[in-house]
């Protein structure tokens, strides 16, 4: 397709269940990054790739958390024993070329809206 | 580390009236920066850049921003809203590395 796709759209998970959340970045983007979107603040930075190696996981706010992006392409976001407070949208976005003050502009899929009951 | 703070949270305009959002970071080296949109319903997209070069950035839809380096500062303006400038606007800095940093978000309100 033509932008960042994320799938699925909503996620509703019980407290304790693990999840994966998907991003197909645009095609041929090297840098991908995911953010995590607490309701009513901006983007946080959670991880960034540069093709299928993860060169940022700083943001990332416990080991529950983990990603990777084993081809360079499609990435994926692992939340373990969710917990409520990891209730957030997340955010991936992808960029052509790689990170640096000379950073193309980052492209955002529309967000996976995760629920912890 | 870097942050952003935008002034205001919620702002509510008639059509046609100008819009101003300030935007601040705290960073004293060289920044990109950025303003992205989130209409209702839709995901964020690039509204403005910049990078170097003039400080006066022209965007889409009308939008434009200043950058003053001695302010820290990169606010937003248009001149004229419309109704379809209802939205969520987030100021965004990169500095000296790949992540960006946004504000905590402004929301617009236009009334018809």
Known sequence: ?117 | AQSVSQHNHHVILSEAASLELGCNYSYGGTVNLFWYVQYPGQHLQLLLKYFSGDPLVKGIKGFEAEFIKSKFSFNLRKPSVQWSDTAEYFCAVNAEDYKLSFGAGTTVTVRA
């Open chain 1, 1 to 117: 397709g033509a932008g960042v796709s994320q799938s699925p759209r909503y996620k509703v998970a019980k407290r304790g269940q693990d999840v994966a959340l998907r991003c197909d970045p645009i095609s041929g983007h090297v840098s991908l990054f995911w953010y995590q979107q607490a309701l009513g603040q901006g983007p946080e930075f959670l991880t960034y790739f540069q093709n299928e190696a993860q060169l940022d996981k700083s943001g990332l706010p416990s080991d529950r958390f983990f990603a990777e992006r084993p081809e360079g392409s499609v990435s994926t976001l692992k939340i373990q024993r969710t917990q409520q407070e990891d209730s957030a949208v997340y955010l991936c976005a992808s960029s052509l070329t790689r990170g640096g003050l000379t950073l193309n502009e980052q492209f955002f899929g529309p967000g996976t809206r995760l629920t912890v009951l």
